[in-house]
């Protein structure tokens, strides 16, 4: 939490009630919608928030790299507390979004694309989202 302090005050943002329990509720939920933040840190109660209000902070604080922005294959947008470039498992059915671990894949990919490149671009990043829903065998997860 005294990093988080200390990137909002190198950016010249206060570490207000909201903007913390915002990040706390992040910490728990880690990758989340405003809604589920929202709810989150009204479940917790340590300060007063309204939707409006966690998507300004989150939307803020993606911007400054403190969060990553995931769009979701139902056109919404989640939040990610972790920014560093990795993979995505979205169930539709069960509105989850949750890490893939799967470096051999990501580096596989970035390996390909470093020489084959769309024609006029270059890569910044690799974001792959695999939209997918739970077959029926797999209760233990
Ligand atoms: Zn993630």
Request: aromatic share 8%; net charge positive; with cysteine.
């Amino acid at each position: 939490m005294e990093s988080f302090r200390s990137i909002l005050k190198s950016k010249g943002l206060k570490a207000t009630p909201q903007r913390i329990a915002v990040h706390e509720a992040m910490l728990v939920l880690g990758h989340a919608s405003v809604d589920m933040v929202c709810d989150q840190v009204k479940k917790e109660g340590k300060a007063k928030v309204t939707a409006a209000s966690v998507y300004n902070i989150l939307s803020g604080l993606s911007t400054i790299g403190i969060y990553r922005r995931i769009p979701t294959n139902d056109n919404k947008v989640w939040y990610d507390a972790i920014t560093r470039t990795h993979l995505h498992i979205f169930d539709r059915k069960r509105n989850e979004l949750k890490d893939l671990v799967d470096d051999g894949f990501s580096a596989t990919a970035a390996a390909y694309f470093k020489d084959h490149a769309p024609k006029g671009y270059k890569v910044d990043e690799i974001d792959i989202q695999l939209v997918c829903h739970r077959s029926r065998n797999s209760k233990k997860l």
